[in-house]
């Protein structure tokens, strides 16, 4: 067959160009490879949910109590969650989307520290970016669908965040979510669905196909060992046949886990929010990757506001896109400062770069204090020390961070005098 | 050598399909922007919708109500009731309760808590109405004790932390929030709570132009 398939499309050529591609074996050389596997369960589960999924603010009997009128939407969750793995199947959704941001999280660090986004990697550094910018904004439409009162929440929060850019908020708002935000407005839910699954995830795959081109094209990092097995070789294993079974366990390895999750911890339970209506909720929170710009907004204070142009600039504004998208482009920017003109090969030693190191931890520890900000109106906490900690702990993080690599610097010096020594000494 | 003089044309091959290109993608371009330009429908005010307005009765938003006025009974210090606007529009009795803005907070206070910037003259018996909707990204508020600021009821969002002080025209005492709630002047009637206009100060979600159009229809109405 392999002979009948090659004499018309040529797959002898694809397995030499791409199925035979050497891949690196290292640990964290899987991160992206976790997050590809959540983006195809999240395929898979997502069109199965679709398929009994209702995108509607129609008033409906509730599936549970047929004199309740409640939205089409959160109907239909409530029918998915009793059909024979209904739940499950949103459970499994639900974990994978977590998981996916986690991995592409850990995935970017591990290219930030090792230096991979270097020459000529600097694309796919943007590309990763835009993945997980546009991951993150596909689980929050994610979250809107079910339209409990969490749901819709959220979604107001969202929209009020698009309508307070100044000039063209307003209409951009209403363009997005089909006209102002209301319980029955009869356009917002199908929106967002069409933007849930269509949009969204037409891009992150587009976005996932060149990511993986460019990678093929360019080649991994490879890690240090490479360098002492076989100097500027490529040291690895082919995709077909070797790293397809450690990818397959990787993947089943995954897969279980979050089966497991799934089975033991439920998610997002509507039925304890309730269909969407104009009361609040208690203690409301975003999901954890979100809890930085949570934490933003209520720092912002009430009178960081003024105009200009005729546009109104506000808290919200501020809050919501001004200080997330200088964060995003301060992360954009990072293969910029690089200014090495050789192309890079191995993946390098963070110790061996003590401040870029240092420049990325005290980075992740700024969004640790804006996130745990994000829990400031709980316990009624004053603004102002969270003010003061997003200058100190980042400054305290980066210089504590150097001072510990060169205290290993020294230590591993003087551990390479003394094994001269004894070498010196045996002879 | 040149057996013929090569003359210039007067349009190259390069700058005619550029030009052609162009005017192709403009052209496109522009029928795009028409489609993107009908993404947003036009604006529907249903009555439900509309600007609550004086000579509004406020009636229990708790739907176990099913629309009835307020009790004065009900409206005590520390206790405060959630209420819609009901009122006629075009003939007909509406309860205003499409949007979340017009879910309006009745609270009261003892004599001579309420102080300026509140505007008194819209307060009768000590009882002072706001809309419920948060200012900052449009959430409902909850009326609970906000020790921290020494206020022992204020308007506190569950979403970003905004506090509003209701006995001061619900002034932002913390947290993001632009500008204070919008107050409802009312006036105690016949035991019940009507409205004496509309919001004093721009709610949320609706701009400055649709606010004065909408309130100049209410004037004629
Ligand atoms: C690619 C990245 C994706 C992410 C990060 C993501 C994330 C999410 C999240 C967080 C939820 C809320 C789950 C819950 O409340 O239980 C959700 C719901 C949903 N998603 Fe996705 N999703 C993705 C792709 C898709 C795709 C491709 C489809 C369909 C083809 C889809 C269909 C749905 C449906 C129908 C729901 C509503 C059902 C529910 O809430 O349980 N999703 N998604
Ligand atoms: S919505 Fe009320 S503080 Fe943000």
């Known amino acids: 067959m392999n002979q009948w398939l090659d004499d018309r499309l040529n797959i002898s050529r694809l397995n030499d160009k791409f199925l035979r591609k050497a891949f690196p074996v290292h640990h964290t050389y899987f991160l992206g490879e976790i997050t590809l596997f959540s983006l195809i369960v999240l395929l898979l589960t997502g069109v199965f949910l679709a398929l009994s999924y209702e995108p509607s603010t129609r008033l409906v009997p509730s599936f549970l109590d047929k004199t309740q009128m409640v939205p089409a939407a959160y109907s239909s969750i409530l029918r998915i969650n009793f059909m024979p793995f209904g739940d499950m199947l949103r459970r499994i959704h639900h974990w994978s989307a977590n998981l996916m941001v986690a991995a592409s999280i850990l995935h970017m660090m591990r290219i930030y520290f090792t230096g991979s986004f270097k020459k000529p990697r600097e694309i796919n550094w943007w590309i990763g970016m835009l993945l997980l910018v546009f991951t993150i904004i596909t689980a929050v439409t994610g979250y809107s669908l079910p339209y409990d009162n969490f749901a819709k929440t959220t979604l107001g929060v969202v929209v009020g965040i698009v309508a307070s850019v100044p000039w063209v908020g307003d209409w951009l708002a209403q363009a997005a979510f089909g006209g102002k935000f209301a319980l029955d407005n009869a356009f917002m839910i199908p929106r967002v669905y069409g933007y849930h699954i269509m949009l969204l995830p037409a891009i992150l795959l587009g976005l996932t196909g060149a990511h993986l081109l460019i990678m093929i094209k360019q080649k991994h990092t490879q890690p240090q060992y490479a360098k002492r097995i076989a100097y500027k070789k490529i040291v690895g294993v082919p995709l077909s046949t070797q790293q397809t079974p450690i990818a397959l366990m990787l993947a089943f390895l995954m897969a279980g886990i979050v089966i497991l999750f799934a089975t033991f911890i439920p998610v997002h339970p509507v039925e304890v929010f309730g269909p969407a209506s104009d009361n609040p909720v208690a203690n409301i929170k975003p999901d954890w990757y979100l809890l930085w710009i949570f934490g933003i907004l209520e720092m912002i204070p009430a009178s960081a506001k003024f105009t200009l142009f005729g546009g109104e600039i506000g808290p919200e504004f501020i809050g919501g896109i001004v200080i997330a998208t200088l964060t995003l482009l301060v992360m954009l920017a990072v293969p910029i400062f690089d200014q090495s003109k050789e192309n890079l090969y191995y993946s390098e030693n963070p110790t061996d770069h003590p401040k870029r190191l240092a420049g990325g931890i005290a980075f992740f520890g700024l969004l640790l204090v804006w996130s745990v900000a994000g829990y400031k109106n709980d316990f009624q906490w004053p603004v102002m020390p969270f003010y003061v900690l997003s200058v100190v702990v980042p400054l305290v993080l980066y210089f504590v961070t150097i001072a510990i690599v060169r205290g290993i610097k020294s230590f591993r010096a003087a551990d390479e005098r003394d094994m001269a020594q004894g070498a010196a000494a045996d002879d | ?221």
């Open chain 2, 1 to 221: 050598m040149t057996r013929y003089m090569r003359q210039d044309p007067e349009l190259t091959r390069r700058k005619f399909i550029n030009v052609a290109m162009g005017t192709t993608v403009g052209v496109g371009a522009l029928s795009l922007l028409s489609i993107v330009g009908g993404v947003k429908p036009a604006d529907t005010l249903t009555p439900e919708k509309r600007l609550p307005a004086k000579g509004d009765v406020l009636v229990y938003a708790d739907a176990a109500k099913n629309g009835a006025p307020v009790a004065l009974a009900d409206i005590k210090e520390g206790q405060v009731v959630y209420a819609f606007p009901k009122g006629k529009v075009g003939g007909a009795d509406v309860v205003k309760n499409g949007l979340a803005r017009n879910q309006l907070i009745i609270a009261k206070f003892a004599e001579g808590q309420i102080k300026a910037p509140t505007d008194l003259a819209g307060t009768d018996q000590g009882i002072v109405v706001y809309s419920r909707q948060c200012m900052h990204l449009g959430c409902a508020v909850e009326v609970k004790a906000y020790p921290s600021k020494n206020l022992q009821e204020a308007a506190v969002c569950p979403c970003h932390g905004g506090v509003y002080d209701m006995t001061q025209g619900a002034r932002v005492a913390d947290g993001p929030p632009p500008a204070p709630l919008a107050q409802i002047p009312i006036k105690v009637i016949g035991g019940q709570v009507v409205a004496q206009g509309t919001f004093l100060s721009l709610p949320y979600d609706i701009t400055e132009a649709e606010f004065a159009s909408q309130k100049k229809e209410l004037e004629k109405a």
